[in-house]
């Protein structure tokens, strides 16, 4: 499975991006997709997560209320809306597909497959 990201961009401090995920193939109803994403000098970290199964979301506590993931089965898309950017937003964002067991949703060393990445930037 191949995926594209897109929807980065600068954006100032309190506004609004979305970014988007396009799967090579129709295989959401299959797989958990998650969102990471990457600062400078940074290890990778989890931002948001989508189960297909229930259509469970999770988040990291840094972007809960502000962030928000969401799919189109049909399209083989997903979403993260953020709203209220912070500068510390700033990093490169990542699309990853996989199977995780439920307590390694977060854990990015158990997504499969990935996307190129798309940069946020936040200025202040």
């Known amino acids: 499975v191949q995926l594209q990201a897109s929807g980065g961009g600068l954006v100032q401090a309190g506004g609004s991006l979305r970014l988007s995920c396009a799967a090579s193939?129709?295989?959401?109803?299959?797989?958990?997709m998650g969102w990471f994403r990457q600062a400078p000098g940074k290890e990778r970290e989890f931002v948001a997560a989508i189960r297909w199964g229930g259509g469970y979301t999770y988040y990291a506590d840094s972007v809960k209320g502000r962030f928000a993931i969401s799919g189109d089965n049909a399209r083989s898309a997903v979403y993260l809306q953020m709203n209220s950017l912070k500068p510390e937003d700033t990093a490169v964002y990542y699309c990853?597909?996989?199977?995780?067991?439920?307590?390694?949703?977060?854990?990015?060393?158990?997504?499969?497959?990935w996307g190129q990445g798309t940069q946020v930037t936040v200025s202040s």
């Open positions: 990853a597909g996989g199977s995780p067991i439920l307590s390694s949703t977060k854990d990015w060393r158990h997504y499969n497959f």
């Open positions: 193939k129709r295989t959401f109803g299959s797989y958990t």
